[in-house]
């Protein structure tokens, strides 16, 4: 797989809405910055390990990384919507689960070859409202770069993505937004979670 596509297959999970944020240079938080630089870090790793490494071991490698990276609970919130609040606990966890393995499923099917490529961290951080955004490069061998920047926000001592942004703009939680609201108001959240499974599972089998 040549290096560029690594981007333009995580483009394509993010989608095409785009989201246009005021924001300024703010001074950088290090602890913003130090669960996106471990993501990456652990991509590199799963990038190197393959295809020739299962697929179930390249999430076990990432899942750690993308827990301690992203706000899954607040990502999959914003996404439903409203309607959120109208489902019950457990559906609430079960959707969680599969969303989470889908995420991660995402980054092991999009990540899954190593020809020198590298990520570069921004050293800087950009403001947007109470956040942080943390900037990021793949940088292959040749070839146009790409950016993946994620949205940080601060809860207690913690920082977490809740969302990511393709080439600095295109936005996965607003792409998403769409899809997940329609399926609930259609089906309920039977519809997302079944949905959500057969995504996980399509990538899965397209990464072994």
């Known amino acids: 797989m040549p290096p560029v596509r690594i981007g333009r297959r995580f483009l394509l999970l993010c989608g095409t809405a785009t989201a246009m944020m005021p924001s300024g240079l703010a001074a950088a938080d290090p602890a913003a910055i130090a669960p996106i630089q471990g993501l990456c870090d652990a991509l590199i790793t799963v990038m190197k390990a393959g295809t020739k490494t299962p697929f179930a071991q390249r999430f076990a490698m990432l899942a750690p990384a993308v827990d301690r990276a992203l706000d899954m609970g607040a990502i999959l919130q914003v996404s439903v919507g409203s309607m959120w609040n109208t489902l019950?606990?457990?559906?609430?966890?079960?959707?969680?689960?599969?969303?989470?393995?889908?995420?991660?499923?995402?980054?092991?099917?999009?990540?899954?070859?190593?020809?020198?490529?590298?990520?570069?961290?921004?050293?800087?951080?950009?403001?947007?409202?109470?956040?942080?955004?943390?900037?990021?490069?793949?940088?292959?061998?040749?070839?146009?770069?790409?950016?993946?920047?994620?949205?940080?926000?601060?809860?207690?001592?913690?920082?977490?993505?809740i969302d990511v942004l393709a080439e600095g703009s295109i936005?996965?939680?607003?792409?998403?937004?769409?899809?997940?609201?329609?399926?609930?108001?259609?089906?309920?959240?039977?519809?997302?979670?079944?949905?959500?499974?057969?995504?996980?599972?399509?990538?899965?089998?397209?990464?072994?």
């Open 88 to 161: 019950t606990p457990d559906q609430h966890s079960a959707l969680l689960d599969v969303f989470r393995r889908y995420t991660i499923n995402s980054y092991v099917n999009s990540f899954d070859n190593f020809n020198g490529q590298r990520f570069v961290v921004d050293p800087n951080t950009r403001t947007v409202g109470a956040n942080q955004v943390v900037q990021t490069k793949i940088i292959p061998t040749s070839g146009d770069s790409h950016s993946l920047d994620y949205v940080m926000r601060q809860t207690g001592s913690d920082w977490k993505a």
């Open 171 to 208: 936005s996965r939680v607003a792409t998403q937004r769409s899809d997940f609201r329609s399926l609930v108001m259609r089906g309920g959240s039977d519809a997302l979670l079944a949905s959500l499974q057969k995504k996980a599972a399509d990538l899965a089998s397209k990464a072994s």
